[in-house]
């Protein structure tokens, strides 16, 4: 049976909030499940005001806008991610400056960070690859000494935490993806988290097409208007109904992930220890969501071959981010710079089949798998 890098988890009881939703009168935005779905990620995080979104990209999109980045602002952001991190800035403006990762961890180098910021840099975007925390000590202290805005691409990062503090939480915003391959689901489907309590008005604003209906609702005004820019970034109450019943199911997920990063973790641990491969490395202050489980391998070469025969052996694993910098679309805009983790890590990780019903016995088999074609190819 061959294994698939994906299968997505849908309850049965999807069905029925999803048509229950559509019955009850009312399936456009900030509707039942919504709130509901809202009061979940406030009430479990902690998190001050949360938006839900139609995905990570459009909660990206209204992080530049409550940055206020006009045209010539300067954006630092890590290369090694999804083009969406980067197109939020691009579309209004920015330069983005692309810094190079941790030689041991595909996550932002502060060092980098720093060594980039000129008086014309107004944000600083980290992205918590797998799940795994960025240095955000050292990133807050160095954005609170120039004044810069940061936010958080969480996308892999739910359910994830910096010493105890949930990720999302820490900068100014935090945006996480429901995206079908993430680890809770609503096909396509983000959330804002807004950090300071000061921008929550204007986010609410800029969601809802620049009117105030969401505070008209809560019967705060007795009119709305238009009052700012803005567009829809909210999602349709079905999409929010298909994911309350993920989060339902939300610690039974959760501790399934975990537990098949661990597993995966556990039995590749020999394979490292002979020098084949190396497991991701999870520094102290950082916790494991089940985002997904990658290794790297020593070469470029040797991650497409080692691809190769997994896939002649039914097995769908994935290589992960061509780098942004030396993308078709960004190449010439970069300055030049080398990003050599960047590319090492673009050329050598390797992602493994990754979803909630893998069972051990599958794991088991990718890594005798992987096992095989080390014993073959040395
Ligand atoms: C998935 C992902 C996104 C985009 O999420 P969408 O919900 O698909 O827009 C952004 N950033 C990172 C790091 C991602 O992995």
Known sequence: MPIPFNKPFIPWFSFRYLIGGALSGTIAGNGK??????????????????????SCSDALEMTALLCRIEPGDEVIMP????MSTANAFLV?????????????????DPAEIEKLITPKTKAVVVVHYSGIACEMDRIMDIAQRHGLFVVEDAAHAVDSYHNGRPLGSIGHFGTFSFHETKNIISGEGGLLMVNDQEFAMRAEILWEKGTNRAAFYRGEIDKYGWVDIGSSFLPSDAVAAFLFAQIERFDRIQSARKKLWWNYHAMLK????KGYLKCPVVPGFATVNGNLFYITVSSGEMRDSLLAFLKSRGISALFHYLPLHSSPYFSAKHDGREL??????????????????????QVKLVVSRINEYFLRSI
């Open 33 to 54: 499940y919504t709130k509901k779905c809202h009061a979940f990620f406030e009430k479990r995080f902690g998190f001050a005001k949360v938006l839900m979104t139609t």
């Open 270 to 273: 020999p394979l490292e220890e």
């Open 92 to 108: 209004r403006g920015a330069k983005v400056v692309f810094a190079d990762t941790l030689a041991d961890i595909p996550n932002i």
């Open 79 to 82: 290369s090694f991610t999804f």
């Open 340 to 361: 050599p983790n960047t590319d090492r890590f673009s050329a050598s990780i390797l992602r493994l089949p990754f979803y909630n019903s893998l069972s051990k016995r």
